[in-house]
């Protein structure tokens, strides 16, 4: 036992031992947000409840059982609810119910003590709406343009299909046609605008520019007019159609076609119906844009931003850091000022991030950014371009975040090659920048995409800082699009990150947001892990592209 324990066994065991459980509990977690975040897509039954109101009468409610929980009898005894003697819990049901423009609130608890029947007719409809959240009920008719259609359920929804697959073309059809061409002409006018008045600052207006500036304005108001009245052409087409719908109130309510997203029948729906459902519930939160408040829609803005800014902030910081750690490795003399240099990289990836957004706002944003705007874009003043956060100070801001984990990496590499390298390098005839280039920096580049690795993963889980120098609740546009110079580094952003915190912390559904905190949070790693998975293989490829070289 003496040996064994001398022998140092008992530490790595207990050192693998800490490892598989790290290992699992990571797992585990993240096995967790996604079930809690994928399962909310899948399509629930619809239950109609008869119950007891407080006062004795009788109500009707329609939704899906959204969670179970137990309360104590004598809680509820305590609150003036009555509950019947020996019991001492009653299970309470929270309903998602919906049709939030006739009813108070989305969800309700209703106590199972208070239910007289509970069914799950094959009629019910879940209506998935561009605004007021889903709405549930049963259909009576269905009306095109202008002419009812009221027969059997199976020809209700067949109607109602054809009504929706018509209106889903149209609206493809206005937002093509509102973000191209109509999107187009504004960019176009508001350049117009921003050269005149640059013209106006540098030489004033003479009568022959303010003709020209005049015509041009004139034809692309023409141009405009004209696209404006295909998409109001197309918006009357949209709204010809509409169905009825009984709500849980016994009301028949009228819904406009071009208001429904998708309808879809859970109660007779299949495992297979249901699987394809639920693929497509996830790739519409994956490609679709938010709509209530984030609350309700997809996520595809802030996953365009997080990668785009972490791709941005990666080109920006690799050359950086890796100049940064040649110049202290090879070049920088041994000395006080060399290793007080390094002292204050090692501590600059201590500091804490907020911080980090602080001096973003104050040097990139006003100094940097407003002296641009100043020198660059007098005629957009007093709106700034460059001078108000954006994706690019956002960038810049985390790439100095990151910087010290990319030139500790990259000194590191350098420091595994051996001197004999260098030397025979050298001796060869070679100079010292051909050394590094074509000999240090290629058996360095494991270790460079090692740093980056670390920098992207740490970039883009980073929120506190991009709260202040670029990243926002909801984007109008992404920073690319089909207007030169496509790129658009000035704009702000959505991130994924940012996304989470505001759903989960500051949106005004906390029920409904809920497990859209868990499928973000799921989707957040995946992007993180892709990434990371990404440098890894290229890193590899690296590894043993220059393994000769060792040799």
Known sequence: MGNWYKSGSPWIWLTSGAVSISLIAVLGLLGLIAWRGLTFFWPSQIWQFEVYNPDGSQQRVIGEIYERDMISALQLRESGVKVAAGVEEVESLLIKTGNREFVELDFRWLLTSNIISQTTPLDLAVFERSKNGNFYGHIDSVIIDGVTFEGSQDEAREQLATALARVEDLAEQADDLQQG??????????????????????????????????????????????????????????????????DMRNVAVNIEVADLLSVHYPNVMNVFDKTIYWLGAIAGFVSDDPREANTEGGVFPAIFGTIFMVMLMAVIVTPFGVIAAIYLHEYAKKGPITKFVRIAVINLAGVPSVVYGVFGLGFFVYVLGGSIDSLFYPESSPAPVFGTPGVLWSALTLAILTLPVVIVSTEEGLSRIPISLRQGSLALGATKAETLWKIIIPMASPAIMTGLILAVARAAGEVAPLMLVGVVKMAPTLPLDGNFPFFHVDRKFMHLGFHIYDVGFQSPNVEAARPLVFATSFLLVTVIISLNISAIGIRNHLREKYRSLEG
Request: no cysteine; hydrophobic share 35%.
């Open 181 to 246: 061409d109509i999107g187009g002409i504004n960019y176009q006018l508001e350049r117009l605008r921003l050269r005149q008045r640059r013209a106006e600052l540098d030489q004033g207006l003479t009568p022959e520019l303010m003709t020209e500036f005049r015509n041009e304005k004139r034809q692309l108001s023409q141009e405009y007019q004209v696209f404006e009245q295909q998409l109001f052409k197309l918006r009357a087409q949209m709204i010809r159609d509409r169905v009825v719908v009984r």
